[in-house]
């Protein structure tokens, strides 16, 4: 089991400073778990993730995705402010519920000196049901 290197309430002082205009006061994201292996991140429910149809929108659940890989990524290596989005694959499986929160399940399949790959499980509300599955990969800086 890795050991991580930034707790959550590490990484949510790191996104309020470094983010502060998607993770400032009032930012309905939540990390709930992040160990160095695996993190998970709640996005509470708003009416601006719909979509018309009152689905849950692709780029909401890309987004929540994309943000779980980076806390799960940052759990692992420390507070490496440039570490990028390289590639996202989402596969969209069900509909998100309107009204619900969406769970995002992020774990790393491999953490290398410059790469780091990982997926992510999108889930809405208490369904054990994946609405979404991402595979992702982040470039790492030379720090």
Do not use: W
């Given at each position: ?31 709930e ?14 009416e ?45 499986l ?50």
């Amino acid at each position: 089991m890795a050991v991580a290197k930034m707790s959550v309430a590490e990484l949510e002082e790191f996104l309020r400073r470094e983010f502060p205009q998607a993770f400032g006061d009032g930012t309905p994201i939540k990390i709930e778990r992040a160990d160095g292996e695996s993190c998970l991140v709640r996005e509470r429910f708003g009416e601006r993730m719909l979509r018309p149809g009152g689905t849950v929108s692709g780029p909401t659940l890309m987004a929540l995705a994309d943000c779980a890989m980076y806390v799960v990524l940052l759990s692992a290596i420390g507070p490496v402010g440039l570490a990028v989005t390289t590639n996202l694959n989402i596969n969209f499986l069900r509909k998100g519920v309107a009204g619900q929160d969406v769970l995002a399940e992020a774990r790393l399949l491999k953490l290398g000196k410059r790469l780091a790959v990982g997926e992510v499980t999108l889930s809405s509300g208490d369904s054990s049901d994946p609405i979404a599955h991402v595979t992702a990969t982040y470039s790492i800086p030379n720090t």
